[in-house]
């Protein structure tokens, strides 16, 4: 059966609350009826617990309860990052993803403000650092502070990114 909250199927599915959850959302579902039906309806791709799935699978229990749960509170991503789309459980580059490389490179070349920005490519201020930290356009995945080598393809490269890391360390951007 299908996990209702990210659509993982697996025979290893479990039920609780009569709603079937994968291993991975099972694991973080409250105890509480009313709390858990929120949980389940707060729906999460299943691509993005894909990677857990895959490094998780050497891992003793214990450790891989721990590293999920770090890896999902840290809200890795809850659907696919600006740039990307999911198709078929991948992450794959989406009509906008040359955006991603625009924005990066004006970062580092323009003397534009964060706010300026953003602004141009209808982003928050917030949104907009994220993106700029984000180890998936270099075709990584960060999480328990942690890089590791993604499946998916980078949308910019490594020396444009560490640039960009360094231009935002030096102006002291968190
Ligand atoms: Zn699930």
Redesign the pocket.
């Known amino acids: 059966m299908k ?6 199927d697996s025979k290893n ?1 479990r039920k609780k609350f009569d709603v079937f ?6 694991s973080f579902s409250p105890d509480e009826k009313p709390v858990f039906d929120k949980y389940v309806n707060e729906k ?1 791709d ?1 691509a993005v ?1 894909e990677t857990f799935r895959l490094y998780s699978k050497n891992l003793r229990e214990k450790q891989k309860q721990g590293m999920i749960q770090k890896a999902v509170k840290g809200n890795l991503m809850s659907r696919a990052p600006l740039g990307y789309k999911i198709l078929g459980g991948k992450l794959i580059p989406a009509e906008n993803s040359k955006e991603i490389e625009e924005i990066f490179e004006e970062f580092l070349n323009e003397e534009k403000s964060l706010r300026n920005l953003a602004e141009k490519h209808r982003l928050s201020v917030n949104g907009l650092k994220k993106v700029l930290k984000n180890f998936t356009y270099i075709g990584k995945i960060k999480f328990n502070n942690q890089i590791y080598g993604g499946e998916h393809q980078p949308l910019i490269s490594t020396t444009l990114f560490n640039h960009v890391q360094n231009k935002l360390e030096k102006k002291g951007i968190k």
């Open positions: 996990c209702k909250k990210c659509g993982y599915n959850l994968c291993e991975i959302c099972f999460i299943t617990l």
